[in-house]
């Protein structure tokens, strides 16, 4: 009697193993991943030094960012910033969602009426 042609399907299809060429290219993909931890783009290896060097790099940006919002604020004599940092106008008593709206409402037509 011969064997049938196809395996029952408990069984399944045998896989040949991963050639080598798959397992690297399986490999690169973990390592880009990996990289991509600080939302940036590190090309190549890095050790865990170099890694470090990055992350406080980044830490010193966001901090410098945060020192130039601060001096960037509106002149105190014309504004005061409720809890939740938003400024108010000492003016017209007007709260802004931000300090960008700032030159808008100074030349509204709500602010030169009071």
């Known amino acids: 009697a011969a064997l049938p042609r196809?395996?029952?399907p408990l069984l399944g299809p045998r896989r040949r193993p991963p050639s080598r060429k798959l397992k690297k290219v399986l490999e690169g993909r973990e390592a880009r991943r990996s990289r991509h931890?600080?939302?940036?783009w590190i090309p190549g290896p890095t050790s865990p030094a170099a890694r470090m060097d990055q992350r406080k790099a980044l830490f010193r940006a966001k901090l410098r960012e945060a020192k130039e919002k601060q001096e960037k604020r509106i002149?105190?004599?014309?504004v005061r910033y409720n809890e939740y940092d938003q400024p108010i106008c000492r003016v017209c008593n007007v709260t802004l969602k931000s300090e960008a709206l700032w030159p808008a409402h100074q030349v509204s037509r709500k602010h030169h009426e009071v």
Do not use: I
């Open 6 to 8: 196809r395996l029952p």
């Open 37 to 40: 931890s600080l939302g940036v």
């Open 75 to 78: 002149d105190p004599s014309l």
